[in-house]
């Protein structure tokens, strides 16, 4: 099968046709061959493929809140096409089987999909996954997101067996005793007297975490990284050479206790939505390479789930279908980053970190998407491919919509 894509801007610079050819791209440039099927794209930004680093996709366990197929159509309409799932699932993905049960159930769907597995058996904090094993099995890191690994030796056990099998280690940096409630700490949140989560549970365990993965040389990633104060900790040992990443979500970087309505559940999410000043503070450290780059946390809940009193409702924000316009509409067209930046840090690093290659290059295989930067649309429910509908974009208008995703070397996604 021969799809060609014909007139559109490679980067949003370069006009460029691209012929794709048994799932590769064959010619980038000028196309003179006929192709099985011409998609006329004049003028529109043509993108590699987004790659997410980290994403929830329920599977096992939570499949009324998503499931790999829902996660993969989710994907593919964000214009992503490699995505990194949690294994905060039910049972946690702690085994070699379940991640390659996983990558089975994960081979005919749209989207490629990586494993990252738990660091401890049952993501309970105390015996280590076997992480040769993982390791053989596909895993690209081992985590236990959504909980920090709260005994040191533990963690140190962890560390320095990853770094002899080359395997990151993502901490979800919030020591619990200061993370108990589910709002930022300042005067604003103070006022409506709310629950707390500090900035300085996140510093302190990225403190612990980066120190202890400087002792054994290995590769620390930071997730969600939230607050200012921890990106001091993040640059100084980054200037010491320690192998620490980090990345920001599209809600830390867009919205701030200032901007949110503070009581409302959507907006509950851990670690929490911080100030203005730390929301500033996480644009300028990307800009700096303080944090490497972006991911969704994509977080899909039910709605019972989500719609409860915000002390009692789940933590977490869906968002796989509007990260790219939403950080688009925000901080591309406003002036604030590049188009290429924004390319940078949410395909190309996290695909570093994840070890695919990014680039639009010819003998590939086609990942990419087509992104109508002109388009104005309003999100609405039915615009989520995802089961959780908890996303804060809806009702909001963006600029720019991603209007064809390959994937694999096929059309996957396709706006008509
Ligand atoms: O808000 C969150 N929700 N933060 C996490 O780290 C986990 C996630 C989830 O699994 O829902
Ligand atoms: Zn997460």
């Excluded at 920001?248 to 309505?261: A, D, Y």
């Excluded at 994840?354 to 039915?382: C, H, Y």
Aim: glycine share 8%; net charge negative.
């Amino acid at each position: 099968m021969r799809y060609l894509l014909r007139g559109g801007l490679l980067m949003g610079e370069t006009p460029a046709d691209i012929l794709v050819e048994e799932g590769k791209i064959k010619k980038i440039g000028n196309v003179s061959e006929g192709a099985d099927e011409v998609i006329d794209i004049q003028g529109r930004f043509v993108l590699p493929g987004l790659v997410d680093p980290h994403a929830h996709a329920r599977e096992p366990g939570q499949e009324h809140k998503e499931t790999l197929d829902s996660l993969s159509e989710a994907a593919v309409r964000g214009g992503y096409t490699h995505v990194a799932v949690m294994p905060n699932t039910s049972p946690p993905i702690d085994t070699p089987e379940l991640v390659r049960s996983i990558l089975r159930r994960a081979e005919g769907l749209a989207v490629h999909i990586h494993v990252i597995g738990a660091l401890t058996k049952g993501r309970k904090g105390g015996e280590l996954v076997e992480v040769g094993l993982m390791k053989e099995a596909g895993v690209i890191a081992l985590s236990d997101d959504g909980d920090w690994v709260t005994d040191a030796s533990v963690m140190f056990n962890a560390l320095t067996y990853a770094a002899y099998f080359n395997l990151p280690i993502i901490t979800h940096a919030e020591v619990p005793e200061l993370a108990g409630g589910f709002a930022h700490y300042d005067p604003i949140t103070l006022k409506y007297g709310m629950k707390f989560r500090l900035s300085l549970a996140e510093e302190l365990a990225v403190y612990r975490d980066g120190r202890l993965a400087q002792i054994a040389e290995a590769h620390l990633h930071v997730a969600h990284v939230s607050a200012a104060e921890t990106l001091e900790i993040i640059r100084s040992l980054k200037n010491k050479g320690v192998k620490i990443t980090a990345e920001v979500t599209p809600h830390h970087l867009l919205f701030s206790t200032e901007r949110i309505p503070l009581h409302d559940p959507l907006f509950r999410v851990n670690p929490p939505i911080r100030s203005e000043k730390d929301r500033l503070a996480l644009i300028d450290a990307l800009k700096e390479g303080i944090i490497d780059f972006v991911a969704t946390d994509h977080a899909p809940h039910s709605l019972y789930e989500k719609e409860a009193p915000i002390s009692e409702a789940a933590a977490g924000i869906e968002g796989l279908e509007t990260a790219f316009s939403a950080l688009f509409t925000h901080l591309v067209k406003t002036g604030e980053i590049s188009l290429k930046d924004l390319v940078r840090w949410m395909a190309t690093e996290p695909g570093h970190f994840m070890g695919v290659s990014t680039a639009i290059e010819v003998g590939k295989e086609a990942n990419l998407v087509v992104f109508d930067q002109d388009a104005r649309w309003v999100p609405s429910e039915k615009d989520l491919a995802s089961a959780g509908k908890n996303n804060p974009f809806l009702g909001k208008e963006l600029c720019g919509r991603v209007i064809l995703t390959f994937a694999k070397g096929k059309p996957v996604y396709q706006r008509r």
